[in-house]
């Protein structure tokens, strides 16, 4: 059983800082991409930010320059600094983790329970 656990959520004010952070556990050959996804009420999830195994990453355009993303292989965690915020940065944030299980079978696609950071003006 594989399980994404997200910490580092909560409440801000707007121009302020956090660092959200997830950890992958249990029995995991490998991780490919791992990322950041957030969810606004009543908007699609979208992609926050990627960072493959070699390091290299994808940030989007609406965070860019305010957040970074990070891993540690060695745990099969990421982290997500989040400063400078605005209250638009105010949604559920998941993790996200491609994966693999078997040597059997290819990678699979893993969520996290995703955790609230609400930014207030």
């Known amino acids: 059983q594989v399980q994404l656990v997200e910490s580092g959520g909560g409440l801000v004010q707007a121009g302020g800082s956090l660092r959200l952070s997830c950890a992958a556990s249990?029995?995991?050959?490998?991780?490919?991409?791992m990322g950041w996804y957030r969810q606004a009420l009543g908007k699609q999830r979208e992609l926050v930010a990627s960072i493959a195994s070699s390091g290299r990453t994808n940030i989007a355009d609406s965070v860019k320059g305010r957040f970074t993303i990070s891993r540690d292989n060695a745990k099969n965690t990421i982290y997500l600094q989040m400063n400078s915020l605005k209250p638009e940065d105010t949604a559920v944030y998941y993790c996200?983790?491609?994966?693999?299980?078997?040597?059997?079978?290819?990678?699979?696609?893993?969520w996290g329970q995703g955790t609230q950071v609400t930014v207030s003006s």
């Open positions: 996200n983790a491609d994966l693999r299980i078997s040597y059997s079978s290819g990678s699979s696609s893993y």
């Open positions: 249990g029995r995991i050959i490998s991780i490919n991409t």
